[in-house]
């Protein structure tokens, strides 16, 4: 396998050294914990992810009319329709 050197940018720098930290913990180099880091991220199971909201299908709730919006107004602000 060849190795790389790579600068990134944009990272935030409380995670950035919560992870170093967990690194010099373990003994474990930080390049090779962000290979496996990113080889976990490649291969998630992308299909059970929803990337948009139009994707999304109504759930069905029984057959009744639905008033969940109305009741949370009612309990929370005590509006009544």
Known sequence: MTK?????RDVDEE???KFRSLAVEENRKLGDE???A???WISEDKSKKVKNI?????IKVG????RWSEEID???YGWKK
């Open 15 to 17: 995670t950035f050294r």
């Open 74 to 76: 009612e309990t929370l």
């Open 63 to 66: 057959a009744g009319k639905v």
């Open 34 to 36: 962000i290979t496996l």
């Open 54 to 58: 139009l994707v999304m299908k109504p």
């Open 4 to 8: 790389t050197n790579v600068a990134i």
């Open 38 to 40: 990113m080889k976990h």
